[in-house]
């Protein structure tokens, strides 16, 4: 029936939403911390910007591996852990760059504008990375080993069962 959504299309879109969520809340706790650390607390950028994005990778990992990607068992450090970790500080280089050229350009102005221009340099750099990780955690670190069976999530089951891993979805 043309102008219906597949189901693995629909699945699809499901784990696109969940994944947007989790990234809206680890965004928020992020820049929550950011604006105390930098506006309130004065730390410097560069600092705050570790602390806030190390913080809030423990919550994102957890949500994504869970909600998801429906991984509720045994998580592995060295399969998803460790790279997911890798993948977050990864951005973190990114967005420090980012964070300290907004700091530097604005370190005249107001604090208020400080802090604003400080997090959305965070924000850009964070976003420029969204899809791909996406596609890393699905199709590398969340991805259910073969012979697993099905997950937890039937949003999730229904698209592996009906789309291979290895085609191009986005």
Request: charged share 10%; glycine share 6%; hydrophobic share 50%.
């Given at each position: 029936?043309?102008?219906t959504?597949s189901?693995?299309?629909?699945?699809?879109?499901?784990?696109?939403?969940?994944?947007?969520?989790?990234s809206?809340?680890?965004t928020?706790?992020?820049?929550?911390?950011?604006?105390v650390?930098?506006?309130?607390?004065?730390?410097?950028?560069?600092?705050a910007?570790?602390?806030?994005t190390?913080?809030?990778?423990?919550?994102?990992?957890?949500?994504?591996?869970?909600?998801?990607?429906?991984?509720d068992?045994?998580?592995s450090?060295?399969?998803?852990a460790?790279?997911?970790?890798l993948?977050?500080?990864?951005g973190?280089v990114?967005?420090?760059?980012a964070?300290?050229?907004?700091?530097?350009?604005t370190?005249?102005?107001?604090?208020?504008?400080?802090?604003?221009?400080v997090?959305?340099a965070?924000?850009?750099?964070?976003?420029?990375?969204?899809?791909?990780?996406?596609?890393?955690?699905?199709?590398?670190?969340?991805?259910?080993?073969?012979?697993?069976?099905v997950?937890?999530d039937?949003?999730?089951?229904?698209?592996?069962?009906?789309?291979d891993?290895?085609?191009?979805?986005v």
């Amino acid at each position: 029936m043309p102008g219906t959504a597949s189901p693995s299309r629909r699945a699809l879109l499901r784990q696109l939403i969940r994944y947007g969520s989790v990234s809206a809340i680890s965004t928020t706790i992020s820049l929550i911390i950011l604006g105390v650390l930098v506006g309130l607390a004065s730390f410097p950028a560069i600092w705050a910007n570790v602390i806030a994005t190390s913080i809030a990778t423990v919550p994102s990992f957890e949500l994504n591996r869970r909600w998801v990607w429906a991984q509720d068992g045994q998580r592995s450090l060295l399969r998803q852990a460790v790279p997911y970790f890798l993948l977050s500080f990864a951005g973190l280089v990114i967005s420090t760059f980012a964070v300290h050229l907004a700091s530097g350009a604005t370190s005249a102005s107001t604090r208020l504008v400080h802090t604003a221009a400080v997090e959305m340099a965070n924000v850009g750099a964070y976003g420029a990375l969204w899809v791909i990780q996406f596609m890393l955690c699905d199709r590398i670190l969340f991805r259910s080993p073969p012979g697993q069976g099905v997950t937890a999530d039937p949003a999730v089951s229904e698209r592996d069962t009906s789309s291979d891993h290895s085609s191009s979805r986005v």
